[in-house]
T-cell receptor, first 110, second 111 residues
C-alpha cells in the first residue's frame, strides 16, 4: 500500500535551534516528492520538489534532501515566522496522484 | 494572477441539504483536484480531473460529485450533506500532477 509517514507529529524549537523533519514513504513508481508549508486557516504552499535519491533543494533556512526511502527537511537557525505545519507528499502509485502525510507542526519560540 | 480561488470560505449546512463548492484557476492548468482535510487524517483526495470533460475518483469520493466543463472551473457538489462531511475542503491545480497550487479552503460544517 502506498503510504507517507511524517515524524515527529509536533516539534517545538527555540529560535536558532536547528533540527530536521522526517518523511518516510513506500510507493510504487515514485515520480516526485514534494514539501509544502501550511499556515493556520490557509491552503498548503509549495516549497520543494525532489525527483531522485541524492537530490537536495534549498530555500532560505530550509533544505530538503531525498533518499530511496525517506526525505528530510532541515531547518537551520529557525525563526518564529517558520512556525507552520509542514506537509510531505509523494507522486506515484497506481493512480499517479499526490499522497500526503499527516504533517509536522513546527513551533519556534523566540 | 489570482491563482486558485475557492468560494465560499465558510458554510454551514443542515443534514440532507445539497450545495456546490466552487473552484476556479487562471493558470491554464489541466490537472485539478479536490481534497478534504480532517484533524489527524491529513489531506485526502476526493475527486480529480486531468482535463475538461474528464474526471475520476480519488480515495474518498462517496457523497461527492464533480464535473469539468471548462479548463478553469472544477466545482464539487455535495449531494445530501451528512455530519461526516464536516471538514475543510481544498481545491488544487497543477500543470501535470507536479507542484500543486492550492486554494484558501472552504470550511464546511454540517449540523
Amino acid at each position: 500500500e502506498d503510504q507517507v509517514t511524517q515524524s515527529p507529529e509536533a516539534l517545538r524549537l527555540q529560535e536558532g535551534e536547528s533540527s530536521s523533519l522526517n518523511c518516510s514513504y513506500t510507493v510504487s513508481g515514485l515520480r516526485g516528492l514534494f514539501w509544502y508549508r501550511q499556515d493556520p486557516g490557509k491552503g498548503p504552499e509549495f516549497l520543494f520538489t525532489l525527483y531522485s535519491a541524492g537530490e537536495e533543494k534549498e530555500k532560505e533556512r530550509l533544505k530538503a534532501t531525498l533518499t530511496k526511502k525517506e526525505s528530510f527537511l532541515h531547518i537551520t537557525a529557525p525563526k518564529p515566522e517558520d512556525s507552520a505545519t509542514y506537509l510531505c507528499a509523494v507522486l506515484g502509485g497506481s493512480q499517479g496522484n499526490l499522497i500526503f502525510g499527516k504533517g509536522t507542526k513546527l513551533s519556534v519560540k523566540p | 494572477n489570482a491563482g486558485v480561488t475557492q468560494t465560499p470560505k465558510f458554510q454551514v449546512l443542515k443534514t440532507g441539504q445539497s450545495m456546490t463548492l466552487q473552484c476556479a484557476q487562471d493558470m491554464n492548468h489541466e490537472y485539478m483536484s479536490w481534497y478534504r482535510q480532517d484533524p489527524g487524517m491529513g489531506l485526502r483526495l476526493i475527486h480529480y480531473s486531468v482535463g475538461a470533460g474528464i474526471t475520476d475518483q480519488g480515495e474518498v469520493p462517496n457523497g461527492y460529485n464533480v464535473s469539468r466543463s471548462t479548463t478553469e472551473d472544477f466545482p464539487l457538489r455535495l449531494l445530501s450533506a451528512a455530519p461526516s462531511q464536516t471538514s475543510v475542503y481544498f481545491c488544487a491545480s497543477s500543470y501535470s500532477r507536479t507542484e500543486a497550487f492550492f486554494g484558501q479552503g472552504t470550511r464546511l460544517t454540517v449540523v
